[in-house]
């Protein structure tokens, strides 16, 4: 029977929404581009019913051609920018926040997150989430290429906090690429299924099923 030692989240919509920080987001550019775009709570409305259709990968050029506007890419890009650097007002799930409370006792724990490193350094700052873990580790720190489902986050995050492999687990959201480096390592693999994740529907890549399958962090521990 493994004993685990280490507990290693991901942090969108594992820790928080990722809805919520994509709308936060919407703020921040309906307000800057008022200007361009108009009143900026139409803006905000339009923008969140993109969210949810095949246009959220370039949901800014789908709002000017919905307005009827020139597709400014000088625009987007302003655009892009400010929702990538904006102050995010956002909050732990409250499971989250517990669950990080009560592991802190008995845990090592960790994050390991990909995205750009200032966009999630702002997030998690806004969540206060640094004093509260051992090891943080944003893949495009590592250069380019590491992002999951490449091992080596998980290898530096081991080094890092030590122990063997076997004495770890990961908790994460999106079975198509997270856990796929973790379960070739020998870690304890959960994933944590969110009624507003994003990659709720995704399915599991080849080596990416979970060892656990949880829609709460209230759960975790009987696992662990």
Same mark, same amino acid.
């Given at each position: 029977m493994r004993?685990?030692k280490?507990?290693v989240?991901?942090l969108?919509?594992?820790?928080y929404?990722e809805r919520?920080?994509a709308?936060?987001?919407?703020?921040?550019?309906?307000s800057?581009?008022?200007?361009?775009?108009?009143?900026p709570?139409?803006t905000?409305?339009?923008?969140?019913? @993109?969210f949810d259709?095949?246009h959220? +990968? *370039?949901?800014?050029?789908?709002?000017?051609n919905?307005?009827?506007? $020139?597709e400014d #890419?000088q625009?987007v890009?302003?655009?892009v920018e400010?929702?990538?650097r904006h102050?995010?007002?956002i909050?732990?799930?409250p499971d989250?926040?517990?669950a990080?409370?009560?592991?802190?006792a008995?845990?090592?724990?960790?994050l390991?997150?990909?995205?750009?490193?200032?966009?999630?350094t702002l997030? @998690?700052?806004a969540?206060k989430l640094? +004093? *509260?873990?051992?090891?943080?580790?944003?893949?495009?720190e590592?250069g $380019?290429?590491y #992002?999951?489902p490449h091992?080596r986050?998980?290898?530096?995050m081991a080094?890092?906090?030590?122990?063997?492999?076997d004495?770890y687990?990961y908790v994460a959201?999106n079975a198509?690429?997270?856990?796929?480096a973790?379960n070739?390592l020998?870690?304890?693999?959960?994933?944590?299924?969110r009624?507003?994740?994003?990659?709720?529907g995704a399915p599991p890549?080849?080596?990416g099923d979970?060892r656990?399958?949880?829609?709460?962090?209230?759960d975790?521990d009987?696992?662990?």
């Open positions: 004993t685990i280490a507990v989240f991901d969108d919509d594992t820790l929404s919520e920080y709308f936060s987001g919407f703020t921040a550019v309906a800057a581009f008022k200007g361009q775009l108009g009143d709570v139409d905000i409305a339009q923008l969140k019913a @993109l259709t095949e959220r +990968p *370039r949901m800014f050029n789908a709002l000017l919905q307005r009827g506007l $020139p #890419e625009l890009v302003a655009m400010t929702y990538r102050i995010p007002r909050s732990l799930y989250a926040d517990a990080l409370t009560r592991l802190r008995q845990y090592k724990l960790g390991i997150s990909d995205g750009r490193t200032d966009t999630q997030k @998690l700052n969540l640094l +004093p *509260r873990l051992d090891g943080t580790i944003v893949t495009s590592l $380019p290429g #992002e999951k091992p986050p998980f290898e530096w080094e890092s906090l030590g122990g063997d492999h004495q687990a959201d198509a690429k997270d856990v796929i973790p070739a020998g870690w304890m693999t959960i994933q944590i299924v009624p507003d994740g994003i990659y709720r890549a080849e080596g979970p656990h399958i949880i829609d709460t962090l209230d975790v009987p696992i662990l």
